[in-house]
């Protein structure tokens, strides 16, 4: 019996078991014990013999048993070192998944607060924007409002001012006008005056006070928007008719200053009272001022004058450009005559009989389709090898030939003149007719041109 080692791959054996018995195989049916033989006289010197092979045998059979043992063993550590090499690869690749998605996770939490983040910073920055736009609108409303409110102010003091001009103007006007009255009614008084008539001492009231009363007829007809021409007219009539008696009698009862003075202040009261209902008179109107009627003649003289150089430079241009259209439809009349000269002499033709030129548009197109057969800019080559790219164009499209063999049944079979009305023999062909002028259509040129070609090469061939 054969001992085992006492290390395997690095580890110690643990104690084997106690063997009972022979060894056998694990797993193997039992050796069933062999029967007993039946009894036989051998030679006393052949036991031992046997004995040594039985031993042999089963020493071979239990190295043959602890070696299936023990290869069972080492195999299953080696499945065990296996499942736990792939238990701990898995477990590894299991934490490094997770730590990956621990890992992107992290990042897309970051990603995602950072984006939170600048969203917020978008958001707080678009409110303060909106809130510093809505502050400006608010500063430039108060402010447009400030501007409004003092431009109103303004206004309306300006106006107040015009209005206590106006009404100081209209006291000192009213003031003025009574003070002459005063100066005037004495003398006028004094001319009147006879004691057998003192009645008539009441006649300077009725010229100072009818001048005044028509000139307050004026300002109600300046109020209401009515002809107050005529009430002015009459006022001034009898404010000359009291100066006119203030200087007569002035001079002949007192002194030239007297009458001179008297026969002013006649005049001067209506006369400031007038002026004052005729400044009323052009601001009702809208009418402008001296230095305003000035202004607006000198600015109408210098629109005047640039409309005038406007219109100069236009007529140049417009000659300019005549003159250049008329250069140019030169230019091509004489290009026209020395290209297309058949055109340009059938033009000339259609031009003489409709009454116009030969470089009309109209003219020139119809003399080119009467000559070339098609409209102006093309012609046959043009045309047809316009057709041949477009045919080529198409095959390469659609991938079919260009020249396709003619599909016409006997195509250059048929007779070219009338049949007539008998037959040749039987079988044959049926027999020609007379040829007469025009009983076919005409070869084109290019097939005459052919013809001519083949019947030059026949004759060479046969003179050969």
Same mark, same amino acid.
């Given at each position: ?15 084997p078991?106690?063997?009972?018995g ?19 006289? !051998?030679?006393? &010197? ?8 039985a031993q042999?045998?089963?020493e071979?059979?239990?190295?043959? @048993?602890?070696?299936?043992? &023990?290869?069972r ?7 065990? !070192? ?8 898995? @477990? ?7 730590e ?12 995602? &607060? ?19 736009r ?5 500063r ?16 309306a003091?300006? @106006? ?34 006879n ?18 009363v ?18 002015r007219l ?20 007192f ?13 001067a009261?209506p ?31 210098e ?6 150089a ?36 059938e ?44 045919a ?9 030939p ?9 195509a ?30 005409r ?22």
């Open positions: 019996m054969t001992a085992s080692p006492p290390k395997v791959n690095g580890h110690a054996r643990s104690q078991l106690q063997v009972l022979d060894w056998q195989p694990i797993g193997a049916a039992p050796t069933p014990e062999p029967e007993p033989a039946a009894p036989t006289v !051998e030679p006393a &010197e052949a036991q031992p013999e046997h004995d040594l092979v042999a045998q089963a071979a059979i239990r190295s043959k @048993a602890w070696a299936e043992v &023990e290869e063993r080492l195999a299953a550590e080696a499945e065990k !070192e296996a499942a736990l090499a792939k238990a701990q690869a898995e @477990a590894d690749a299991i934490r490094a998944k997770a990956e998605e621990a890992r992107k996770l992290r990042l897309a939490n970051d990603r995602q &607060e950072r984006a939170e983040a600048e969203k917020q910073a978008a958001a707080e920055a678009r409110i303060a924007e909106h809130q510093r809505r502050d400006e609108a608010d430039a409303r108060q402010q447009a409002a400030r501007q409004e409110a003092d431009q109103q102010a303004a206004a003091a300006a @106006a107040a001012e015009i209005t206590e001009a106006e009404d100081r103007w209209r006291g000192y006007a009213r003031s003025f006008y009574i003070v002459c009255a005063i100066v005037a009614l004495p003398v006028q008084v004094a001319a009147f005056y004691p057998k008539a003192l009645w008539l001492m009441a006649a300077p009231l009725m010229l100072e006070g009818g001048a005044w028509v000139l307050k007829g004026a300002a109600a007809a300046v109020a209401s928007h009515r002809p107050h021409w005529h009430y009459i006022a001034w009539l009898l404010a000359f008719l009291a100066a006119g008696i203030n200087l007569w009698h002035g001079l002949n009862a002194d030239p200053a007297t009458a001179i003075g008297t026969a002013f202040a006649s005049i009261g006369g400031v009272w007038d002026l004052h209902e005729h400044g009323r008179i052009r601001k009702r109107d809208g009418k402008l001022s001296w230095r305003e009627r000035r202004a607006a003649k000198r600015a109408a003289k629109e005047a004058a640039r409309k005038a406007e219109e100069k430079r236009r007529a140049a241009e417009k000659d300019a450009a005549d003159k250049a259209a008329a250069e140019e439809r030169k230019r091509l009349a004489e290009e026209r005559q020395r290209e297309f000269e058949d055109v340009w002499k033009a000339v033709k259609i031009a003489a009989a409709v009454g116009s030129t030969p470089d009309d548009d109209p003219v020139w197109k119809r003399a080119y389709r009467n000559i070339m057969g098609c409209d102006p800019g093309e012609s046959i080559e043009s045309i047809t090898a316009r057709l041949k790219a477009e080529r164009v198409e095959s390469a499209r659609t991938g079919t260009v020249n396709t063999v003619s599909k016409t049944k006997n250059q079979v048929d007779q070219q003149v009338p049949r007539r009305s008998r037959r040749g023999h039987v079988g044959g062909p049926t027999v020609r007719g007379v040829r007469r002028r025009n009983d076919s259509p070869y084109s040129n290019g097939a005459r041109s052919q013809m001519s070609v083949a019947a030059k090469n026949g004759a060479a061939k046969e003179s050969k």
